[in-house]
């Protein structure tokens, strides 16, 4: 492609809306130009790049079985009522009706449809197990799209499905899925940690994220550098009694007592006024449900600190927010003073870390005044019992007791093993080598295109620009001509034309504009190789190659340069191509 043709332009400056490295670059290198918020076109550049990437990731979805198919956007309200969802999910999903009346909607993701699909094409356990995946459109009408390409409404994703017989062969092969997505991220240039996820909208027994860790992510991962666990700060786990056993605990003196602390209404004002442990503290906090029930008691350990995600999951809700101090008070509770005791008609959730063993101080459910000597199960019943406290940095490693460490991340991909969660839902049977009829049992597997590439960038980049890997980048050479001698101008032209003759792809700046400008435009796109023609070049005896992410040049002789170049780039290749 020659740049005097070409369509967009890149940018000198940082534009004002950029959030992340990545989108600032992406923008200035002409990848891609905002349409609305959230909505993007890709420009000829960009879109040369997610072709590419959509090629990685069929390469491995046919590798471990997988049938390519391409199902609509546009989905009709009935099967996603079929499967529940479309009374579970809020306005994130864009709803409408057809000229007949008929409720639709733009699928958020594609379980329905093929969920549909596989109702009308697999009968038998001979047809079992199946993989099928499309890469196509999606859109989640998200409030707060941000960071360019990571957080968007309209986006392209690849996802795949499976069907098995049975939970041991899902079992079987998840395992071959989510090596597949550490190869499409290898590949890519990307690194990516798998982290244990949230089951969330989707359903299922088990989800895992591939999580590319940088600190301009939204996810929070938990790890433990001695042995490798893994999750999202949404389902981490913790050793919550390792070093955290109260010296004083189980010292029961008599019955509950209410106690004047005044203006004591945090754990650690209170517990420091009374002269205890944190850890002899109970934390109440009030929530309510997105379907309005509350509020929710939910306690813990004064020492943690309560994961909203665990406690919506544990209700069976998508969401909770804290009450605020006018609902509070509305229901008699009192903010800082909150506790079960003495109180009735509420749900309580108790954390675990919550032990009958031992006497805590407590809210009295009174401004100024708590409650000493409470027992969890005499002074509050212990009906609800679950994890619900989010891991922190140097909490302890629930495997092997080590510091857990907290990092931010970008979730590139996820994979779910779903179940039966939408066949039971949506009567998508099979018949069994017995006879008898059973629900499919499935797994889907997502990964965004766009929010891929978005990380490449991240990950690929200096001061300067873009340092595309070969495997993704929009083309293998950046040809410059520097000057306007005929001489310079022929070779640079020859090149042009043999290099494409082996399939090597050019692009030539072939614009009459300064050294200076082409450099810096080169350093910003960032292909991986770049060679300069220049009258310089040709009488040190022929061009100029540099690799992008190297500091020197050399020059290569003009009879030499088909072989020189090739090698290069099947040694680039050879970086992020994984070994069979």
């Known amino acids: 492609m020659r740049m005097s043709q070409a369509f967009g332009r890149t940018m ?29 076109s890709y420009m000829p550049l960009g879109w040369r790049s997610v072709r590419k990437i959509q090629d990685v990731m069929r390469k491995e979805m046919n590798a471990i079985g997988g049938q390519e198919i391409n199902m609509p956007v546009v989905n009709p309200g009935d099967i996603w009522k079929e499967s529940g969802r479309w009374y579970e999910i809020g306005p994130e999903m864009t709803r409408f009706k057809d000229r007949s009346g008929r409720d639709m909607c733009l699928a958020m993701t594609h379980e329905e449809p093929v969920t549909d699909l596989a109702r009308r094409f697999i009968d038998s356990y001979r047809q079992l197990p199946c993989v099928v995946y499309h890469i196509q459109t999606k ?24 069907f098995h017989a049975d ?19 290898r590949t890519c240039g990307v690194p990516v940690l798998k982290v244990l996820s949230d089951v969330g909208m989707m359903g299922g027994s ?46 029961r003196r008599g019955h509950a007592e209410k106690v004047h602390t005044p203006g004591k209404d945090t754990i650690a004002s209170v517990t420091e006024y009374l002269g205890v442990s944190p850890v002899l503290s109970i934390k109440t906090m009030a929530y309510f449900t997105q379907e309005g029930d509350g509020p929710v008691m939910a306690l813990i350990r004064g020492d943690l600190d309560i994961n909203e995600r665990k406690l919506a999951n544990f209700l069976g809700t998508a969401q909770v927010r804290l009450a605020l101090p006018e609902e509070l008070e ?41 409650l000493i000597n409470v027992v969890p199960g005499r002074d509050f019943p212990l009906e609800r019992v679950a994890d619900i406290a989010a891991a922190r940095e140097g909490d302890l490693c629930p495997v092997c007791n080590a510091p857990l460490s907290q990092a931010r991340g970008i979730e590139v991909g996820n ?44 990950e690929n980049r200096d001061d300067k620009g873009i340092i595309w890997p070969i495997t993704v980048a929009p083309y293998h050479v950046h040809l410059l001509s520097l000057g306007t001698g005929s001489q310079v101008l022929e070779t640079a032209d020859k090149l042009y034309d043999d290099m494409q003759r082996p399939g090597i792809e050019v692009l030539y700046d072939d614009r009459d504009e300064s050294a200076g400008v082409k450099f810096n435009d080169a350093d910003l796109l960032g292909m991986p190789i770049r060679v300069t023609v220049s009258q310089r070049s040709i009488e040190a005896g022929g ?28 040694r680039e290749f050879s970086r992020f191509v994984p070994e069979n």
């Open 206 to 251: 088990m989800a895992h994220e591939f999580i590319y860790a940088t600190n301009s992510g939204e996810d929070t991962l938990i790890r433990c550098r001695r042995c490798g666990y893994a999750a999202n700060r949404e389902v981490a786990t913790f050793n919550k009694a390792a070093g955290q056993t109260p010296s004083s605990a189980g010292n």
């Open 543 to 570: 061009v100029e190659v540099k690799l992008r992410a190297a500091e020197e040049s050399t020059i290569v002789a003009l009879d030499e340069f088909e072989n020189e170049i090739s090698g290069l780039i099947r």
């Open 330 to 370: 509305a229901h008699g509770l009192v903010q800082g003073f909150m506790s079960p005791v003495g109180t009735e008609g509420f749900k309580v959730v108790v954390d675990d870390s919550i032990s009958a063993e031992y006497a805590y101080v407590a809210g009295a459910n009174e401004k100024d005044y708590h």
């Open 415 to 458: 994979t779910f093993m779903l179940g039966t969660r939408y066949s039971q839902s949506m009567g998508a049977n099979f018949q069994d080598e017995d006879g008898s009829l059973k629900p499919l049992v499935m797994g889907c597997y997502g990964m965004g295109v766009g929010r891929l590439l978005a990380c490449i960038i991240e």
């Open 139 to 162: 859109f989640r009408d998200e409030p707060r799209a941000r960071g360019g390409l990571v957080r968007v409404r309209e986006f392209t994703m690849k996802d795949a499905y499976s």
């Open 12 to 40: 000198r400056e940082q534009p004002a809306e950029a959030e992340m490295a990545s989108h600032g670059l992406m923008l200035r290198a002409g990848l891609i130009s905002k349409l609305a918020s959230g909505i993007y």
């Open 167 to 185: 939970q041991a062969d899902l079992e079987r092969y998840y395992p071959h899925m989510c090596e597949a997505y550490e190869r499409i991220c």
